[in-house]
């Protein structure tokens, strides 16, 4: 089963500052893998995804992550943070019928 | 269109009661999840399922029960409520999940005391 981990629990930036988000997965092959947000006291909501067309995936309000085999990670990024990115952000991966969430990063962004 | 719809948002049970958590969505999906998540934990799948008629279990079943008649509505039971079931817990749906992605619903949040 595929699995991820995300490397920090806990980002803080600065507003403006650019933002990454870490991500590590397990797998001998190419997988999807998926990131997600969550606000305070929300539900979830896809950030972007990869299926393999293009390694540089770009998401909603601004996010980016890229895909790099040879380091099997799946990094989050932003180039300038807002206020309103302060959220927890999930990094998930395919596993059989279902998906495997990471233990999410909680981003904190500071004015 | 609604999307995922989950009931109640929030609920207080106390130890030894029972609930049912509803959930149904509407854009024709086989698969459907339940999830609870507890601080610093991630989501947690409790019971999948992947059309009607199918469930299986996922990672974290004890102490809950599903079923799926239809394909639009997934309940999740919780039989003689713990103070351990305390969570939230999401329901999703998906056309293909290894695709796609998830539909989430916005979620409800279980108190036992």
């Known amino acids: 089963a595929q699995s991820v981990t995300q490397l920090d629990s806990h980002v803080s930036v600065s507003e403006g500052t650019p933002v990454l988000l870490r991500c590590n997965y397990s797998?001998?092959?190419?997988?999807?893998l998926f990131w997600y947000v969550q606000h305070p006291n929300k539900g979830l909501q896809l950030l972007l995804k990869?299926?393999?067309?293009?390694?540089l995936v770009k998401g909603i309000n601004g996010f980016e992550a890229e895909f790099k085999k040879s380091e099997t990670s799946f990094h989050l990024t932003k180039p300038s943070a807002h206020m309103s990115d302060a959220a927890e952000y999930f990094c998930?991966?395919?596993?059989?019928?279902?998906?495997?969430f990471g233990k999410g990063t909680s981003l904190l962004v500071t004015p | 269109n609604a999307g995922v719809t989950q009931t109640p948002k929030f609920r207080i049970l106390k130890i030894g009661q029972s609930m049912t958590l509803q959930c149904t969505q509407d854009?024709?999906?086989?698969?459907m999840y339940w999830y609870r998540q507890d601080p610093g934990m991630g989501l947690k799948l409790i019971y999948y399922?992947?059309?009607?008629?199918?469930?299986d279990k996922g990672e974290v079943p004890n102490g809950y029960n599903v079923s799926r008649s239809t394909t639009e509505d997934f309940p999740l039971r919780l039989e003689l409520a713990a103070p351990s079931q305390t969570s939230v817990y999401f329901c999703?749906?998906?056309?293909?999940?290894?695709?796609?992605?998830?539909?989430f619903g916005s979620g409800t949040r279980l108190t036992v005391v």
């Open positions: 854009m024709n999906h086989n698969y």
């Open positions: 399922s992947v059309g009607a008629g199918i469930t």
């Open positions: 797998s001998s092959y190419s997988p999807s």
């Open positions: 998930v991966a395919p596993s059989g019928y279902a998906l495997n």
């Open positions: 999703a749906s998906s056309f293909n999940p290894g695709g796609d992605g998830y539909t």
């Open positions: 990869y299926t393999s067309a293009a390694t």
